[in-house]
């Protein structure tokens, strides 16, 4: 039995020390961190048992936390026999949660974001009200036929997002300019703005200099269609269960956009000198950067003359640029966007199981496409056997589907040593759970009960969201209400229009 030595700089919290060797006997080689505190980890032989070590919260308390913020969403009937319903949660653990959820039904359109704040909360608290609000504007702008035509919604949510980031990043200068409109134009004007104007500006300013990473889901039920957009390392993975071989089908919806993605580190290479490559490119990340492109993050954005001269407008010392941030901007908050069906013509016939997880970098640091898939999976096949279950075991019930040439896939950052477990009803704490101890409840214990300032070294804030859609001939429950959508007559419309036209392929 290994156990791990931990010999500090600083003052010492015994219990969160106990707790975090604990840790590093499942998990090891992190760097501990607790404030200015550096602990230096190294495993080395020692008599005492993992069993010995008291976990710093008790499994209630853990359990609370897992499901403090879990939501479960009414079914929504899209048409006769097909019904859609969603499960979500977000478990914290920077100090103050930076991720956040969002969903809304807006002109007959289904949203759904997940939204991964760095840097601090200000720009995913801002994308959480802004964004699907901007997005669906360009959608309805487009009008009753472009809206059909995949390319020119993917446009549409392309120069939404933008043109929001704009509005992020563009802010602080803006409220410069209406300041300084018919004043001289001189630096000593800081000096002279009320505590409301000075909180203002400063406001704006940090406001831009944070970051966020979105994932987002548009299930358009008159069309069929389901665009995913996607700007960061958040993610959209879908299941499919597949009656001929009876296993779920997986499909990976978006791509991590990271420099480790040979498709971003060549946009990134190709928009700037080749000297500056290796800088832009190194250890995987964006001069520094965990994403390639995220909302927010002006550092990474704004001439290097404009970081300074308005951050000596607004402070007395103003910030200085990124040194190896030569040629900006180097991220962008462009997303890239997929479409597809939501359920193909068949569904009504097959009874169809479809559902999306969309997840931030949180939950893809610990498991695969597969391992999720094959939870949700899971989860909904009620005669799958509850309990305990191997993570070979839950890979083996999925079968990875078609996806184009140069797919980019990222697995995860590391593994944890324990079995998958089947508890909770609510899907999206469900793979939370898994995520992060699975049936090991005392590594649940003590990743929960870290203290905040040292739990970011082995977990981040982890968003998920799972879609559940179902396609069958029975309703599942009676007396729903109806709504304005009906997906099944559109199935049903684009099946006979297919058979009755050989040559018809169906839609992608």
Known sequence: M?????????????????????????????????????????ARGMRTKIKEITPPITLEEAE?????????????KLGPGIFLQHHANIVASNPLCEDRITHSIVNDRIY??????????????LLTDTLIPRVDEALQKLGPEKIKDDK??????????????????????????????????????KLNRTPEQAKEIDMAFQLAMMGACVVLAVLDPYHNRLHIATTGDSRAVMGTWNPEVQLWDVSQLSEDQTSVNPKEAKRLTSEHPPREAPEILKDGRTLGLGPSRAFGDAMFKWPRDAIRNVSRMIYPTPYEPIPEAKTPPYVTARPEVTSREILPEDALEQGMRRFVVLGTDGLYETLSNSEIVGLVGGALQTELPKGEIAKEAIRETTQLAAHPEGTYFSEPGYG???????????LATHVIRNSIAGSHTKLLQTL????????????????????????????????QPDTPFDLRSKLEAAAAKSSSDPGLAPSQ
Not at 22 to 41: A, K, P
Not at 64 to 76: A, G, M, Y
Not at 170 to 183: D, F, M, S, V, Y
């Open 2 to 42: 290994h156990r791990l030595a931990v010999q500090r700089a600083c003052a010492s919290r015994a219990g969160h020390v106990r707790a975090a060797a604990y840790l590093q006997s499942t998990l090891v080689g992190s760097r501990l961190r607790i404030g200015s505190s550096v602990y230096v980890v190294a």
């Open 64 to 76: 609370k936390k897992l499901r403090e913020n879990e939501t479960v969403s009414e079914l929504i």
């Open 112 to 125: 759904y974001a997940c939204i991964d704040g760095h840097a601090g909360v200000g720009v995913s608290a």
């Open 152 to 189: 020119q919604v993917e446009s549409a949510i392309q120069e939404a997002f933008i043109s929001l980031d704009s509005d992020i990043i563009h802010q602080p200068i803006a409220i410069l300019h209406r300041e300084l409109e018919g004043a001289e134009k001189d630096a000593e004007k």
């Open 416 to 426: 944890r040593n324990y079995k998958f477990i089947f508890k909770d009803q609510n």
């Open 448 to 479: 929960l009960g870290l203290p905040k300032e040292l739990s970011r070294n082995y977990r981040d804030d982890t968003s998920v969201v799972v879609i559940d859609i179902q396609a069958q001939h029975e309703e599942p429950l009676e007396d």
